[in-house]
């Protein structure tokens, strides 16, 4: 009897779900275990503390607690979610459609800045590189992130792709940085030709003196993509989810809270977090990036040597 509940208990954390002993409830000694994708680099002084005012303050108004973390990687965070290691997390668009489509993620909230969704990416290259179209671009390298990102990885792919630039085919190298500051800096030293990165990864290692602007040129702007949204567990208790629905989506709005601790991607104070949004959201991006499936997401790793 005994190796039989020891098995159902291990099949549970197997398929991602949460066992009754181990579910957490939000109070003070079981908290909410957050992991955020490391957009700019993941560091403790960097994407965790860009979050930490705003699930500070879901705690002082709600009294939901939270654990929260960065992953060492996108593809970190998603399998954590799917280990059942994390009731929330902070996801890349793409990201979290992956997530989802495993049955790990569910839709809990998008920031909002002037009634906004979105964001852009770009294809950058050097202000003095000569590179003054798309098509320039052929037979020289690009630096993209995380395979994982939706703005530094499938993005610049599909834009280099509208332009008639075929990225397997044209494109001498393709380098696999892991990061969008990772790409800029190797576009700065040099070491590519172009690099495709967020417009506020952009914007943030400029204001933290990493980068000089002054250096990069856009070449390409994307459509817009959906905010990096927060999803929740599927496994969550139905009161759970709908307290972080409640909590989240009115944080804004409690006395005592500071506009500046609603904070989202780059660290950026935002609006409020919108929990009305569905995953209508995605359709669009996913028409965009839809050729970029598993076969050809692995003949640009191949390409890159990753």
Known sequence: MRLGMLLIVLMGFCLGGFP??????????????????????????GTRADFLPLFN????????????????SYSAVIEGMCAGQAEIAWLGPVSYVEAHKRGCADLLAIEERDGSSTYYAGVFVSRDSGIDTPDDLIGKSIALGSQHSASSFSYPLAMLSKAGVDPLRDL???????????????????????????????????????????????????????????????GLSPSVKASLRSSLGSVHEMPGIRP????????????????????ELFEAMASTIGFIDT?????ILLKSGS
């Open 20 to 45: 009754a002993s181990a579910e957490r409830t939000g109070a003070a000694g079981s908290p909410l275990r957050v992991l955020l994708i490391p957009a700019d680099g993941g560091t403790e002084d």
């Open 57 to 72: 303050a879901i705690t002082r108004t709600s009294g939901i607690h939270f654990d929260v973390q960065t992953g060492q």
């Open 172 to 234: 001498d190298a393709v380098r696999i940085t892991g990061s969008h500051a990772n790409s800029l800096l190797a576009l700065q030293n040099g070491l590519v030709d172009a690099a495709g990165a967020s417009f506020i990864s952009f914007e943030r290692a400029v204001n933290q003196g990493g980068l000089s602007a002054s250096g990069f040129r856009l070449l390409i702007k994307s459509d817009p993509i959906p905010n990096p949204p927060i999803a929740m567990h599927p």
């Open 260 to 279: 500046e601790s609603i904070r989202g991607y780059g660290g950026k104070q935002v609006d409020r977090y919108n929990t009305d949004v569905s995953d």
């Open 295 to 299: 076969d050809y997401q692995a003949a």
